[in-house]
Protein backbone atom coordinates (compact mmCIF):
# COMPACT_ATOMS: atom_id res chain seq x y z
CA UNK A 1 0.00 0.00 0.00
CA UNK A 2 1.26 3.85 -0.76
CA UNK A 3 0.19 6.68 0.36
CA UNK A 4 0.06 9.86 -1.25
CA UNK A 5 -0.29 13.17 0.46
CA UNK A 6 -0.59 16.44 -0.91
CA UNK A 7 0.19 19.28 1.25
CA UNK A 8 -1.74 22.45 1.10
CA UNK A 9 -4.55 24.47 3.50
CA UNK A 10 -7.46 23.57 3.88
CA UNK A 11 -10.65 25.96 2.70
CA UNK A 12 -11.82 27.86 -0.19
CA UNK A 13 -9.78 31.24 0.60
CA UNK A 14 -6.69 28.88 0.07
CA UNK A 15 -7.46 26.61 -2.40
CA UNK A 16 -6.27 28.32 -5.67
CA UNK A 17 -2.82 29.37 -3.28
CA UNK A 18 0.64 28.23 -5.68
CA UNK A 19 0.97 26.55 -1.61
CA UNK A 20 -1.94 24.48 -2.47
CA UNK A 21 -0.29 22.75 -5.65
CA UNK A 22 0.16 19.37 -3.59
CA UNK A 23 -3.57 19.24 -3.46
CA UNK A 24 -4.04 20.03 -6.55
CA UNK A 25 -1.96 17.01 -7.34
CA UNK A 26 -3.52 14.78 -5.61
CA UNK A 27 -7.27 15.77 -6.24
CA UNK A 28 -6.40 15.48 -10.43
CA UNK A 29 -4.67 11.57 -9.31
CA UNK A 30 -8.70 10.96 -7.60
CA UNK A 31 -10.43 11.88 -10.63
CA UNK A 32 -8.13 10.61 -13.30
CA UNK A 33 -7.81 6.97 -11.81
CA UNK A 34 -11.62 6.99 -10.73
CA UNK A 35 -10.66 6.58 -6.75
CA UNK A 36 -13.41 7.31 -4.47
CA UNK A 37 -14.75 10.00 -2.82
CA UNK A 38 -12.98 11.74 -0.52
CA UNK A 39 -13.90 11.74 3.46
CA UNK A 40 -12.91 13.36 6.55
CA UNK A 41 -10.23 11.14 8.58
CA UNK A 42 -7.27 10.85 10.33
CA UNK A 43 -7.29 15.13 10.92
CA UNK A 44 -8.16 15.23 7.06
CA UNK A 45 -9.48 14.24 3.96
CA UNK A 46 -8.60 10.48 2.09
CA UNK A 47 -9.46 9.27 -0.78
CA UNK A 48 -9.16 5.20 -1.64
CA UNK A 49 -8.06 3.42 -4.87
CA UNK A 50 -5.88 1.18 -6.53
CA UNK A 51 -2.99 1.27 -9.21
CA UNK A 52 -3.27 -2.25 -10.86
CA UNK A 53 -2.55 -4.63 -8.12
CA UNK A 54 -1.41 -2.07 -5.62
CA UNK A 55 -3.87 -0.48 -3.05
CA UNK A 56 -3.10 3.41 -2.96
CA UNK A 57 -4.51 6.14 0.25
CA UNK A 58 -4.50 10.11 -1.08
CA UNK A 59 -4.38 12.25 1.89
CA UNK A 60 -5.28 15.85 2.21
CA UNK A 61 -4.22 17.05 5.87
CA UNK A 62 -6.76 19.65 7.44
CA UNK A 63 -4.44 20.91 9.73
CA UNK A 64 -3.31 23.84 8.00
CA UNK A 65 0.57 23.22 5.93
CA UNK A 66 2.58 23.74 9.60
CA UNK A 67 0.92 20.43 11.53
CA UNK A 68 0.42 18.58 8.27
CA UNK A 69 2.59 15.60 9.97
CA UNK A 70 0.00 15.32 12.50
CA UNK A 71 -2.51 14.31 9.83
CA UNK A 72 0.43 11.92 7.85
CA UNK A 73 1.62 9.95 11.38
CA UNK A 74 -2.08 9.20 12.38
CA UNK A 75 -2.81 8.09 9.24
CA UNK A 76 0.63 5.78 8.60
CA UNK A 77 -0.30 4.38 12.39
CA UNK A 78 -3.34 3.26 11.49
CA UNK A 79 -2.61 1.45 8.04
CA UNK A 80 0.90 0.28 9.64
CA UNK A 81 2.83 2.14 6.85
CA UNK A 82 6.85 3.20 7.39
CA UNK A 83 7.71 6.34 5.84
CA UNK A 84 9.13 4.66 2.86
CA UNK A 85 5.49 3.69 1.85
CA UNK A 86 4.83 7.44 1.69
CA UNK A 87 4.76 9.98 -1.14
CA UNK A 88 4.56 13.91 -0.50
CA UNK A 89 3.37 16.44 -3.43
CA UNK A 90 4.44 20.15 -2.37
CA UNK A 91 5.49 23.52 -3.50
CA UNK A 92 9.07 24.41 -4.07
CA UNK A 93 10.17 28.07 -4.59
CA UNK A 94 13.83 26.97 -5.54
CA UNK A 95 12.38 25.16 -8.75
CA UNK A 96 10.99 26.81 -11.85
CA UNK A 97 7.24 27.13 -12.55
CA UNK A 98 6.35 24.08 -13.68
CA UNK A 99 9.47 21.79 -13.21
CA UNK A 100 8.87 18.48 -11.01
CA UNK A 101 11.62 16.63 -9.19
CA UNK A 102 11.31 13.91 -7.14
CA UNK A 103 14.14 12.90 -4.23
CA UNK A 104 14.05 10.18 -1.61
CA UNK A 105 14.93 12.40 2.13
CA UNK A 106 16.79 15.13 2.86
CA UNK A 107 16.24 18.58 4.66
CA UNK A 108 13.38 20.81 4.95
CA UNK A 109 14.70 23.72 3.40
CA UNK A 110 12.46 26.14 5.57
CA UNK A 111 9.01 24.39 4.08
CA UNK A 112 7.28 24.31 7.29
CA UNK A 113 4.54 21.07 5.69
CA UNK A 114 7.78 19.21 4.98
CA UNK A 115 9.74 20.20 8.45
CA UNK A 116 6.58 19.20 10.12
CA UNK A 117 6.50 15.70 8.60
CA UNK A 118 10.07 15.50 9.76
CA UNK A 119 9.33 15.83 12.88
CA UNK A 120 6.30 13.80 12.90
CA UNK A 121 7.83 10.54 10.80
CA UNK A 122 10.80 11.10 9.77
CA UNK A 123 12.98 12.36 6.73
CA UNK A 124 13.19 9.11 4.60
CA UNK A 125 9.34 9.48 2.54
CA UNK A 126 9.20 10.40 -1.00
CA UNK A 127 9.23 13.68 -2.25
CA UNK A 128 7.65 15.34 -5.39
CA UNK A 129 8.65 18.87 -5.80
CA UNK A 130 6.24 21.29 -7.78
CA UNK A 131 8.13 24.14 -9.32
CA UNK A 132 5.79 27.55 -8.10
CA UNK A 133 9.38 29.70 -8.62
CA UNK A 134 10.71 32.34 -6.36
CA UNK A 135 9.68 36.23 -6.13
CA UNK A 136 13.08 37.26 -6.37
CA UNK A 137 12.92 38.80 -2.55
CA UNK A 138 12.69 36.32 0.57
CA UNK A 139 10.35 40.07 1.74
CA UNK A 140 7.98 38.84 -1.14
CA UNK A 141 7.92 34.97 -0.63
CA UNK A 142 5.10 34.68 1.95
CA UNK A 143 2.42 36.85 -0.50
CA UNK A 144 4.31 34.65 -3.05
CA UNK A 145 3.25 31.43 -2.08
CA UNK A 146 -0.32 32.44 -0.61
CA UNK A 147 -1.18 34.12 -3.49
CA UNK A 148 -3.52 32.51 -6.23
CA UNK A 149 -2.10 31.53 -9.25
CA UNK A 150 -1.93 33.77 -11.99
CA UNK A 151 -4.11 33.20 -15.54
CA UNK A 152 -0.69 33.27 -17.53
CA UNK A 153 0.07 29.89 -15.10
CA UNK A 154 -2.83 28.16 -15.84
CA UNK A 155 -1.48 26.39 -19.08
CA UNK A 156 1.74 25.18 -17.35
CA UNK A 157 -0.34 23.96 -14.51
CA UNK A 158 -2.83 22.14 -16.40
CA UNK A 159 0.29 20.17 -18.18
CA UNK A 160 1.92 19.54 -15.09
CA UNK A 161 -1.14 17.99 -12.93
CA UNK A 162 -1.96 15.87 -15.80
CA UNK A 163 1.54 14.60 -16.36
CA UNK A 164 1.62 14.05 -12.70
CA UNK A 165 -1.37 12.11 -12.98
CA UNK A 166 -0.56 9.88 -15.90
CA UNK A 167 2.83 9.25 -14.34
CA UNK A 168 1.87 8.26 -10.55
CA UNK A 169 0.90 4.48 -11.54
CA UNK A 170 4.86 4.33 -12.22
CA UNK A 171 5.78 6.23 -8.67
CA UNK A 172 3.64 3.68 -6.81
CA UNK A 173 5.91 1.12 -8.07
CA UNK A 174 9.26 2.90 -7.40
CA UNK A 175 9.82 3.69 -10.90
CA UNK A 176 10.83 7.10 -10.07
CA UNK A 177 12.62 7.74 -13.80
CA UNK A 178 9.13 6.68 -15.62
CA UNK A 179 7.20 9.03 -13.48
CA UNK A 180 9.56 11.52 -14.46
CA UNK A 181 9.37 10.72 -18.49
CA UNK A 182 5.59 10.71 -18.36
CA UNK A 183 5.76 14.18 -16.68
CA UNK A 184 8.21 15.46 -19.28
CA UNK A 185 6.09 14.31 -22.11
CA UNK A 186 3.45 16.41 -20.84
CA UNK A 187 5.35 19.84 -19.98
CA UNK A 188 7.97 19.58 -22.82
CA UNK A 189 6.88 17.21 -25.07
CA UNK A 190 8.94 16.54 -28.29
CA UNK A 191 9.10 19.21 -30.83
CA UNK A 192 10.11 17.99 -33.98
CA UNK A 193 6.32 17.56 -35.16
CA UNK A 194 7.05 21.76 -34.99
CA UNK A 195 9.34 21.62 -38.28
CA UNK A 196 7.73 21.72 -41.46
CA UNK A 197 9.49 19.36 -43.72
CA UNK A 198 11.62 20.50 -46.26
CA UNK A 199 10.35 21.78 -50.23
CA UNK A 200 12.76 18.98 -51.72
CA UNK A 201 12.18 15.69 -49.19
CA UNK A 202 8.32 17.00 -49.54
CA UNK A 203 8.28 16.89 -53.11
CA UNK A 204 6.05 20.02 -53.36
CA UNK A 205 6.45 23.62 -51.64
CA UNK A 206 5.20 24.26 -47.86
CA UNK A 207 1.74 25.14 -47.29
CA UNK A 208 2.42 28.51 -45.49
CA UNK A 209 4.16 31.23 -47.53
CA UNK A 210 8.03 32.34 -46.98
CA UNK A 211 6.31 36.13 -45.18
CA UNK A 212 5.04 34.01 -42.76
CA UNK A 213 6.92 30.60 -41.88
CA UNK A 214 10.02 32.62 -39.79
CA UNK A 215 6.69 33.88 -37.34
CA UNK A 216 5.56 30.24 -35.90
CA UNK A 217 8.97 29.36 -34.55
CA UNK A 218 9.42 32.96 -33.15
CA UNK A 219 5.86 32.47 -31.58
CA UNK A 220 6.36 28.88 -30.14
CA UNK A 221 9.97 30.20 -28.56
CA UNK A 222 7.47 33.10 -27.41
CA UNK A 223 5.77 30.91 -25.48
CA UNK A 224 8.14 28.72 -24.15
CA UNK A 225 10.26 31.39 -22.67
CA UNK A 226 6.98 33.04 -21.55
CA UNK A 227 6.62 30.14 -19.82
CA UNK A 228 9.89 29.40 -17.74
CA UNK A 229 10.66 33.37 -17.36
CA UNK A 230 7.84 33.95 -14.47
Given at each position: MKLFVGLGNPGAKYAKNRHNIGFMAVERIAVEHGFGPWRAKFQGELSEGRFGSTKA????????????????GEAMRFYKLTAEDVVVFYDELDLAPGKCRVK??????????????????????TRVRLGIGHPGD??????????????ADLAWLEDLLRGIAEGTPQLAKGEDARFMNAVALRTAPPRSSDKAPKPEAAGKPPPAPKAESPQEPQSKLQQLLNKFAR
Open positions: LLLKPATFMNKSGQSVQGGGTAGHNGIRSLHAHIGPEYKRLVSNHVLGDFAK
